[in-house]
């Protein structure tokens, strides 16, 4: 069965600070790893991520793929109080790329 | 463009009776998906739709659970004889095209059913 376990489930920082969010999976052919911000209830799409050691970036946020150690990060740098969500990873897998797995999500709180 | 919209945004309702959950896809997007989350979760995949048909329903936790999507766009997620444990939050999530790799899968903002 397909397993994805997020790190830590919970973090609380203040603005400014930088954090590293971690997912590790576990899964049968593998096809691509996505984040996901989750305020109140609809996660909104960061990024996706296919090949290692490519590096996306959006703004303050960033994101990695190893692929041989079966783990992604998150980074937030520079944070503010609008970035307090839970981020979720999720990977797709197997013969077919429409079925989700998520992890439990890393609940950030960013105090001012 | 609008995005992916959810009806009602919350229902409360008592354990025996049915439900109806309604899901308004990206206009354009042929491929439909339900999640279930529950509090401290990740979603749980239930159902796929790839036009018309439930291309794959092998996350539908038992037979009181059944989704439609007649005409290729709105879905509707049917729940008969709610049980307690039937809480939590439905979120949907469409996506372009069929899925492939780089397809991405947009959300809902979700309904968050009680059952009491």
């Known amino acids: 069965e397909d397993k994805v376990v997020q790190s830590p489930l919970s973090l609380v920082v203040h603005e400014g600070d930088t954090v590293t969010l971690n997912c590790s999976y576990e899964v049968t052919n593998f096809r691509s790893l996505l984040w996901y911000k989750q305020e109140k209830k609809a996660p909104t799409f960061l990024f996706m991520l296919t090949s290692s050691g490519i590096e996306k970036k959006s703004g303050r946020l960033s994101s990695i793929l190893d692929k041989k150690e079966l783990f992604s990060i998150l980074n937030i740098t520079a944070t503010q109080t609008g970035d307090s969500a839970i981020y979720l990873c999720?990977?797709?897998?197997?013969?077919?790329?429409?079925?989700?797995?998520f992890g439990k999500g890393t609940l950030l709180t960013v105090n001012p | 463009g609008a995005g992916v919209s959810q009806t009602p945004s919350n229902k409360v309702t008592e354990k025996g009776k049915y439900v109806e959950l309604r899901c308004d896809p990206i206009?354009?997007?042929?491929?439909l998906y339900w999640y279930r989350q529950s509090l401290g979760q990740g979603p749980e995949f239930l159902i796929y739709?790839?036009?018309?048909?439930?291309?794959?329903d092998s996350g539908l936790p038992n037979d009181r659970f059944f989704a439609v999507r007649p005409e290729g766009s709105v879905s509707t997620l049917k729940i008969q004889r709610t049980e307690r444990g039937d809480s939590a939050v439905y979120l949907c999530a469409s996506s372009l095209n069929p899925p492939g790799l780089r397809e991405t899968q947009y959300f809902g903002p979700g309904t968050r059913l009680l059952v009491l």
């Open positions: 739709f790839q036009g018309t048909g439930a291309a794959d």
């Open positions: 206009s354009g997007h042929t491929a």
């Open positions: 999720a990977v797709s897998s197997g013969g077919s790329n429409y079925k989700l797995t």
